[in-house]
């Protein structure tokens, strides 16, 4: 252990094995709080009030895990403007829809089980969402963080409903790597992850910030 602190993103809980993997490596490890995101007075992503130090009190009360990070809320200003340049980086892009389209993991970090594996309704399969969103349109679709917020303040259904659930996931997933900047950059952490997409996707925004950032990628993880 020669290293001072790290982040772990994108979520707010991670695998024991993952923790120790940390642990060994840093001597303190960061998380965040869930990600409640505000995308409209009547839209938003609900938040549950689980916290790593509930399960590990003891590195909780010596300090090697440090938790209580805020990120929940409307987006900032700022935020909303990172947002857009991931929604209009079309390789940031390409790389969330293959993660999308290929990565399990990621999938259920995005979708409950219904909308990856279809609704029932009187003897009758309804055809998956994330079938429907493996069409490589949804990648080439143009979405900004305004454009998802009207689409969320509106009744939608068929494609505009689809539009909004591929939207949503876009900017879930890309505020949640711009808040891991934005913290590291603050707290001045490492940061690391066991998503092997997540850790793509941050890869390329660090390279196209230019920022001088520590990202590791946990190999035991799941990718």
Known sequence: MTRSGVLFYPFHLCHERT???????????HFRDYMAIQVSPFCGTTAFPERMGDAFPDLLASKR???????????????CLAVDRDLTDSTWRGLFHRALVENRRFQRGLFDGTDITGRHHEGLTEQPLLVRLNDTLFEMTP???????QLSQRRLVGREADLFDYGLALLKTSAALVSTIQLATAEQLAVATDSRAHFTLLTRLIARLGVTIENELVEQGTS
């Open 143 to 149: 979405f900004t963080v305004a454009g998802i917020r």
């Open 19 to 29: 923790l120790q993997w940390l642990l060994e490596r840093y001597q303190q490890v």
């Open 65 to 79: 895990l440090v938790q209580g990070y805020n990120v929940s809320g409307p987006l900032t200003p700022d935020t």
